[in-house]
């Protein structure tokens, strides 16, 4: 634990582990059973770096709000926005609580990658660890390669394409199967076929120590506008060793505080987590693919993604 942080009373999720709560999301992730590897972007620094001296600020230009008046700013797509004041941390609190409260979320995901280039990702579905939530995952890279997860009542479903596969081990089973649904029953490596899913982007982004009260403590709250919502946005620290990083969050105004993006920078390498639909998600339209094949017992412990 870093000086000085302590997690927030809406810390109410099974937390992760705290070398998992580091990452803004999977970085080479452990996906299936064996070394898995899914090639994505934008983690925050590890550990063995020198600690973040206090949140990183990003270029803003609204005007910030203290605790004692309403601030007003003229937001994209013309017009003045006027927000409550709020304080940084009773914010990101009422935020968390709404998401551990949630049922189901939309993620869209831009980022870039030293290794694959760019890449975007899609999860939708259950946000919260149930054994019977459903959801699905799209991957798309730039340079080539796509994967798409299904989970289904207990069943998750994987399929890759040959670009994707390429970048795995040559004797991974999954290269016979490129452009296949395989099938993985309830007792498969569930925490790696999940490696994706709604619910842990959400635990790993927000939840644990993974962003907690310290983080935005002294971060000025700004009114704007996001996607036609009016939005509160407020910096945090870039985390362990992230002094060169920065985070951004963006929460809807209103009786629902929404997180609506997240944004994620460091070097050259930057992020962008858009968040929609909460309780309002559907899967049930992908379903269970047909067709699908289930592998050898003695295969599924060698896969790789």
């Not at 910030?64 to 004041?85: I, R």
Request: charged share 25%.
């Amino acid at each position: 634990m870093r000086p000085g942080s302590s997690a927030a009373s809406s810390d109410v999720r099974e937390r992760p582990s705290t070398a998992a709560s580091w990452r803004l999301w999977p970085v080479r992730c452990a996906a299936l059973a064996g070394s898995a590897s899914l090639v994505l972007a934008g983690c925050l620094p590890g550990e063995g770096e020198e600690e973040s001296s206090g949140p990183s600020s990003a270029p803003l230009t609204t005007t910030s709000t203290d605790s004692s008046s309403s601030s007003s700013s003229s937001a994209s797509g013309g017009g003045e926005q006027t927000c409550e004041a709020r304080q940084p941390t009773d914010l990101l609190t009422q935020a968390k609580d709404y998401m551990a409260a949630s049922q189901n979320v939309t993620i869209e995901v831009d980022g870039s990658n030293e290794e694959t280039g760019d890449y975007t990702l899609s999860a939708a579905g259950a946000s919260e660890d149930k054994k019977n939530g459903s959801w699905r995952v799209l991957l798309e890279q730039d340079e080539g390669g796509t994967l798409e997860m299904r989970k289904v009542g207990w069943t998750r479903f994987v399929k890759a394409d040959e670009a994707y596969l390429e970048g795995t081990e040559k004797d991974n089973p999954l290269r016979e199967h490129a452009d296949q649904w395989v099938k993985f029953g309830w007792d498969a490596d569930s925490e790696s076929l999940d490696s994706l899913s709604p619910a842990t982007l959400v635990d790993l982004n927000f939840f644990g120590e993974s962003l907690d009260a310290w983080d935005v403590d002294g971060s000025g709250v700004r009114c704007t506008e996001l996607r036609g919502r009016a939005a509160l946005q407020m910096d945090a620290a870039a985390g362990r060793g992230g002094g060169s990083g920065s985070r951004v969050l963006w929460i809807a105004q209103g009786a629902e505080p929404q997180m609506l993006q997240l944004a994620f920078t460091k070097g050259e390498q930057s992020t962008t987590m858009r968040f929609s639909d909460w309780n309002e998600t559907d899967v049930s339209r992908w379903g269970a693919p047909a067709g699908a094949r289930s592998l050898k017992e003695d295969e599924a412990g060698d896969i790789e993604m």
